[in-house]
């Protein structure tokens, strides 16, 4: 392996900006799930059909775990967490189409999904329990445990970051590794299991997001 | 020179990273399945809560592998 796969690989360019791989794949991710919504919205009936039928099992399945974890109403958390699971299962699960390449194997997008999480945190939990009651989180049960509260806000948005890219990449490196040295067919259950390893990844990313939210809007501890 | 201790500190990272998540998180799934075969009614509660634990202790193996391939691809004293 003479070059990093760490750097992208430049499919074309717009004017000056570079566009890779990855970013074309969370492009195409971004359009088949704004398709697949707008043409199954279009034709909605109460008696469903069978893509109808699907998306709305895949909903209450989010909507009932959302609800045992915030024990509370999900629905105003669930465009953004059911959103972010069903992008991340997705965007994990792109290394199976030929040409996919995984975005959350790349650094930036789980880079700018922790950074969702870290500000939406923040946004529901003073829109919750208003900013006075939010911000006396910080120094319970002691005011100098503070730097040690907002410390464990960074790294825990740092290892939410982390972890996913962490898996996806190393995952994508030993499929890698095991190619160059094994040849065409011993790879392939590394790719079944690689399958698991992004449902899993993007499972524990919303349900830690939604923990972390559970704990603003509640007032306890994560 | 720099190359080679480089590369024996990544399978350093790696090798001391590997033990003490993987014994830790035997260690975590053994409790589970005990606590289900005691009460198999709290098996979803038990096990959302495991693979939480779980990808909390796989962090740090993951950490000691970013920085061994930061070592490997990104060394920042090889130039």
């Known amino acids: 392996m003479d070059q990093s796969p760490l750097l992208p690989d430049i499919l074309f360019h717009i004017g000056p900006v570079p566009i890779d791989r990855a970013v074309s794949t969370t492009w195409v991710i971004m359009a088949l799930l704004c398709a697949l919504v707008a043409l199954t919205l279009r034709g909605r009936r109460v008696e469903a059909g069978g893509v109808q039928s699907i998306l709305e099992i895949l909903v209450e399945t989010i909507e009932s775990q959302l609800r045992e974890i915030l024990r509370r109403d999900p629905w105003p958390f669930m465009p953004l967490l059911g959103g972010m699971f069903i992008f991340l299962s997705l965007a994990n699960l792109a290394a199976i189409v030929p040409g996919g390449k995984p975005p959350t194997g790349h650094i930036e997008t789980p880079a700018s999904l ?16 208003g900013l006075g ?4 989180k910080y120094i319970q ?3 100098f445990l503070l730097p040690l509260n907002l410390l464990s806000e960074l790294t825990r948005t740092f290892s939410l970051m982390v972890r996913l890219f962490g898996n996806m990449m190393s995952h ?3 499929i890698a590794i095991v190619l160059m040295l094994a040849g065409l067919l011993l790879p392939i259950p590394f790719m079944a299991l690689g399958i698991l390893i992004g449902l899993i990844q993007a499972y524990i990313f919303t349900i830690l997001a939604t923990v972390y939210i559970g704990a603003a809007i509640s007032g306890t501890e994560a | 020179m720099i190359e080679i201790v480089s590369i024996i500190g990544a ?7 590997a ?13 589970a399945m005990e606590a289900i075969a005691r009460q198999p ?5 038990l096990s959302r809560t495991l693979f939480v634990g779980l990808a909390m202790i796989e962090t740090m ?7 061994a391939l930061l070592l490997l691809y990104a060394n920042p004293f090889t130039g």
């Open chain 1, 114 to 129: 922790a950074l969702i999480v870290f500000f939406s945190v923040h946004y529901y939990g003073i829109r919750a329990r």
């Open chain 1, 133 to 136: 009651a939010y911000l006396r």
């Open chain 1, 141 to 143: 049960p002691n005011p």
């Open chain 1, 172 to 174: 994508e490196f030993v």
């Open chain 2, 11 to 17: 399978v350093i990272a790696v090798s001391f990273g």
């Open chain 2, 19 to 31: 033990i003490m998540p993987a014994y830790s998180e035997g260690r975590a799934i053994a409790a």
């Open chain 2, 41 to 45: 009614e709290a098996a979803g509660t």
């Open chain 2, 61 to 67: 193996a993951i950490y000691c592998l970013v920085i």
